[in-house]
């Protein structure tokens, strides 16, 4: 079994700065693509950074310059640095990755349960 747990999540001001880590637990064989998303009540979950295998990333533009994703293979974890952070970065983020587990071939989808992170003076 594999499971993906969040945390980091909670109330900042505007220009504040949270740091969310994504940690992997279970049978793991390799860990791949690992992506985080974002869901704002009434809003359709969003793509925010994304961190392949072999370190490549990529950002939503409303978060470029702004967030940083990296990742620690040797502790199954990634972290999501989010600094400046706007209120209109209010939601419950996610984390989401390709998993191969020990003894098979082909990665599997897994979702953790989100953390909210609130953005309020």
């Known amino acids: 079994q594999v499971q993906l747990m969040e945390s980091g999540g909670g109330l900042v001001q505007p220009g504040g700065s949270l740091r969310l880590s994504c940690a992997a637990s279970?049978?793991?064989?390799?860990?791949?693509?690992v992506t985080w998303y974002r869901q704002a009540p009434g809003n359709q979950r969003e793509l925010v950074a994304v961190?392949?295998?072999?370190?490549?990333?990529s950002y939503a533009d409303s978060v470029k310059g702004r967030f940083t994703i990296s990742r620690d293979n040797a502790k199954n974890t990634v972290s999501l640095q989010m600094n400046s952070l706007k209120p209109k970065d209010t939601a419950v983020y996610y984390c989401?990755?390709?998993?191969?587990?020990?003894?098979?071939?082909?990665?599997?989808?897994?979702w953790g349960q989100g953390t909210q992170v609130t953005v309020s003076s």
């Open positions: 279970g049978s793991i064989a390799s860990i791949k693509t």
């Open positions: 989401n990755a390709d998993i191969i587990r020990k003894g098979t071939w082909l990665a599997q989808n897994y």
């Open positions: 961190i392949t295998s072999d370190g490549s990333t």
